[in-house]
């Protein structure tokens, strides 16, 4: 039997973005204009950011991008665990229900990512139960940069690893949650966009052609036949793990090639860089497939 791996990212040239999904400004509980919180990001060289007030919506059109793409979006918030809506055409009214927020948020041409699954003191502000019913959602944030100085862990891919090991196709997505100046720049995602606008953004976001980071850049990712590849100049180690967070590989340096096993035994693989500190970088699950 032959086997192939699904790459979300594009092996050729393209531009690099580095921006925040998930920001707070006075429209709720941050302490910077939604003004101020743009050009923030702009002098630490963002390539864009979106605004995500919890439970509001503001019109980006209004403001000054300050050379960055700003996306429009919001956190809902009230009611049930925490959604972010990415590329939001207006406010949505919070549901008990936040299946029905889901199917609203697809409707309005956005997409869903769910937040810090371990925030608070049980390391629980989502379930793992709510998280392999929902339906519809893009991804979730496997990094929470506020949740370093709150109860609960900022780290969530065990939870990621458990929803991939079931089947399910998500993304993982690290956000500063910024609602002061210690949360800025302490986790991104980079876009492998097409081009520099909300749309192709969005698009690249929604295909998985990204990558979340607290430090580590990564140059290079990709496939050939049955090996992937990962360079990462900043990078002290590499890993690679598949279903249920089984580590597959490892080796020291900034530089990867893994080759699937004859009989591969996993349904993905994702790579882990560890750099110095608390730096680190996730690549998007390469989901394997047989071919007979």
């Avoid at 519809?136 to 100085?149: L, Q, S």
Wanted: net charge negative.
């Amino acid at each position: 039997m032959k086997y192939i791996i699904k790459n979300p990212y594009l092996n050729t040239e393209s531009i690099w973005l580095k921006g925040n999904l998930h920001t707070h400004t006075t429209v709720s509980d941050g302490v910077y204009t939604p003004q101020q919180t743009i050009e923030e990001y702009a002098r630490r060289d963002y390539d864009f950011l979106m605004l995500s007030d919890h439970d509001a919506f503001t019109d980006t059109t209004k403001l000054d991008p300050c050379g960055m793409v700003v996306i429009p979006g919001n956190e809902i918030s009230a009611l049930a665990p925490h959604v972010l809506h990415v590329g939001a055409g207006s406010r949505l009214e919070p549901n008990r229900d936040r299946q029905t927020n889901f199917d609203a948020i697809a409707s309005d041409g956005g997409f869903a990512i769910v937040c810090h699954p371990n925030w608070l003191e049980d390391f629980c502000h989502c379930s793992q139960e709510l998280l392999e019913t929902w339906r519809g959602y893009a991804g979730i944030e496997i990094y929470n940069g506020v949740v370093r100085r709150a109860t609960g862990s900022a780290l969530a891919t065990d939870r990621w690893d458990r929803l991939l090991g079931k089947g399910r196709r998500v993304w993982g997505f690290a956000n500063d949650d910024n609602h002061e100046t210690r949360d800025m720049a302490l986790a991104w995602n980079v876009v492998q966009s097409a081009e520099r606008t909300p749309d192709a953004v969005i698009e690249a976001l929604r295909a998985g052609r990204f990558y979340a980071s607290t430090g580590v850049a990564i140059q290079a990712v990709g496939t050939e036949r049955d090996t992937i590849f990962v360079h990462a100049e900043n990078a002290q180690a590499i890993g690679v793990y598949s279903d249920f967070g089984a580590r597959a590989f490892t080796v020291d340096g900034n530089e990867l090639a893994y080759t699937l096993p004859p009989e591969p035994k996993m349904s993905y693989l994702r790579i882990e860089c560890w750099g110095q500190g608390e730096a680190m970088a996730w690549t998007q699950p390469f989901f394997i497939e047989s071919t007979e």
